[in-house]
């Protein structure tokens, strides 16, 4: 199985509704590499209206920021990944920093939401990465072997099949630092040899691994060149259309 082209972009709490519909339209209009499969992760309060705008439009797809680990009960406030399927939203994020920091969410939690997502039939975004001190210290690729080793590892090779890896380091998010392409590559290099060992080589080769990290129109090319790189998650550029239209160009010719 070979690897997917992957743009996905992380609206974060950007975007009213309106803005969002009028993001979507001209997302829509544009001339775009029609072989790179495009993920718009929206604010829960636009996906259903967004799903009808985009529905049928190929290789445009929408997910949610985040998903609870349980279906129903008593949780106020949260959005159940069973609900995500119920509207026919096919991709989640999980584990985004900004989710780890500012809502304390760790490994052991996040192997639960993994798993509540894949029962109901999502895709899962998995995001990971170090911060600048574990970076620093050159411990960052045991630190992201952990981050996969708690949170992933449990799932069987049919599940990890349904995962997409962003590999985003927290230096690099919204602070304009970009990783280099040689720091991009070494840290998917990494993950794929862990995951072909974890499973099988097959799997490691198929397995998509997006970066994320300060993407933007001027720096996707080199990043997405990469040879273990199959693509980016973005946010800041996601919400300029031209700007992320310019990203989804980006991939380097079918060899
Ligand atoms: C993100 O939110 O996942 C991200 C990578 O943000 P930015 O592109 O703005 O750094």
């Known amino acids: 199985m070979s690897r997917q082209k992957i743009a996905a972009g992380n609206w974060k709490m950007n975007t009213t509704l309106d803005e969002g519909i009028e993001l979507v339209n001209n997302l829509i209009a544009a001339e775009k590499d029609k072989s790179v499969l495009t993920i718009l992760a929206v604010p829960f309060t636009h996906l259903v209206t967004l799903d009808k705008k985009i529905k049928s439009k190929g290789k445009l797809k929408l997910a949610a920021?985040?998903?609870?680990?349980?279906?129903?009960?008593?949780?106020?406030?949260?959005?159940?990944?069973?609900?995500?399927?119920?509207?026919?939203?096919?991709y989640v994020i999980i584990g985004h920093s900004e989710r780890r920091q500012f809502n304390f969410e760790d490994n052991q939690l996040l192997k639960g939401k993994v798993r509540a997502a894949l029962d109901a039939g999502l895709k899962v975004i998995f995001c990971c990465g170090e911060d600048l001190e574990v970076r620093k210290t050159n411990k960052h690729i045991l630190h992201v072997k952990i981050q996969l080793e708690e949170s992933l590892f449990s799932l069987d090779v049919k599940e990890i099949k349904n995962v997409i890896i962003a590999y985003e380091p927290i230096w690099a998010i919204g602070t304009g630092e970009t990783a280099t392409p040689a720091q991009a590559q070494e840290m998917h290099n990494s993950i794929r040899r862990m995951i072909s060992r974890q499973y099988n080589k097959r799997v490691g080769e198929a397995i998509n691994i997006v970066y994320g990290g300060s993407v933007k129109a001027s720096n996707a090319k080199e990043i997405f060149s990469q040879p273990d790189v199959d693509g980016g998650l973005v946010g800041g550029a996601s919400l300029d259309a031209k700007e992320f239209i310019e990203i989804i160009n980006s991939f380097p010719p079918e060899s």
């Open 65 to 90: 920021q985040n998903c609870h680990h349980k279906n129903s009960g008593a949780f106020t406030g949260e959005i159940s990944p069973s609900m995500l399927a119920a509207i026919n939203i096919p």
